[in-house]
């Protein structure tokens, strides 16, 4: 059986993959900054995109978006003020969940645009 870490590697990368399959442009994977941190960040649309990757082996301890709770964003929307002003963007931002559910032969990806607003 995978650890937590392995199953959540194989998930930024199956999630990395997909976006980039519908014309998302990767543009960090696990970016960190002051200890936070970003699981990816792409552009698409002229939009800057902030998305963190959930990957549960099943959904029997529930979906795994739902691991995202308002502590989580406000994390993970720190970790976005850090990068904005790292690289000095001024750009349109958004805040995406990919959900992703495998098992040992398939996966289920759920995406959702604009899942918070910090």
């Given at each position: 059986?995978?650890?937590?870490?392995?199953?959540?590697?194989?998930?930024?990368?199956?999630?990395?993959?997909?976006?980039?399959?519908?014309?998302?442009?990767i543009?960090?994977?696990?970016?960190?900054?002051?200890?936070?941190?970003?699981?990816?960040?792409?552009?698409?649309?002229?939009?800057i995109?902030?998305?963190?990757?959930?990957?549960?082996?099943?959904?029997y301890?529930?979906?795994?978006?739902?691991a995202?709770?308002?502590?989580?964003?406000?994390?993970?929307?720190?970790?976005?003020?850090?990068?904005?002003e790292?690289?000095?963007?001024?750009k349109?931002?958004?805040?995406?969940?990919?959900?992703?559910?495998?098992?040992?032969?398939?996966?289920?990806?759920?995406?959702?645009?604009?899942?918070?607003?910090?």
């Open positions: 059986m995978p650890s937590n870490r392995e199953t959540g590697n194989a998930g930024e990368k199956l999630a990395a993959e997909y976006l980039i399959a519908k014309g998302y442009e543009q960090h994977l696990n970016w960190r900054g002051e200890g936070c941190e970003i699981d990816i960040i792409a552009n698409h649309n002229n939009t995109i902030f998305v963190e990757v959930k990957t549960r082996s099943g959904s301890f529930g979906w795994p978006e739902k995202v709770n308002r502590a989580k964003q406000q994390h993970i929307a720190r970790a976005a003020n850090l990068f904005l790292e690289y000095k963007i001024e349109e931002i958004r805040f995406d969940i990919i959900s992703i559910v495998r098992s040992k032969s398939q996966h289920e990806i759920y995406h959702i645009e604009d899942a918070f607003v910090p």
